[in-house]
Nanobody
Framework: QVQLVESGGGLVQPGGSLRLSCAAS????????MGWYRQAPGKQREFVGL???????NYADSVKGRFTVSRENAKNTIYLQMPSLKPEDTAVYYC???????????????WGQGTQVTVSS
């Protein structure tokens, strides 16, 4: 069983910062990549950014140069640093991971439960 647990969401004023965390736990054999998606009210879930096991990162154009995904391999944890937040960043942020568990040789995609980020004055 593999679980992803996010933390760090909340209410922040425009221009403020938040850091989200996502920890993967359970019977993990290897992690190919971990990343973040978000879903604003009335919109589809969209990609935000990811980091691979090799340390490569990729970002959506809407956050490139502003948000940063980093990782702490020893803890199977990633972070999303979000400075200069805008009202349009308001969404539920979901952690996503591509993981090979100890119970199966095949990579599977896992999702966290989501954490709310609200940017408002």
């Amino acid at each position: 069983q593999v679980q992803l647990v996010e933390s760090g969401g909340g209410l922040v004023q425009p221009g403020g910062s938040l850091r989200l965390s996502c920890a993967a736990s359970g019977s993990i054999s290897s992690i190919t990549a971990m990343g973040w998606y978000r879903q604003a009210p009335g919109k589809q879930r969209e990609f935000v950014g990811l980091i691979t096991s090799g340390g490569s990162t990729n970002y959506a154009d809407s956050v490139k140069g502003r948000f940063t995904v980093s990782r702490e391999n020893a803890k199977n944890t990633i972070y999303l640093q979000m400075p200069s937040l805008k009202p349009e960043d308001t969404a539920v942020y979901y952690c996503n991971a591509r993981i090979v568990s100890m119970s199966s040789p095949y990579e599977r995609q896992y999702w966290g439960q989501g954490t709310q980020v609200t940017v408002s004055s």
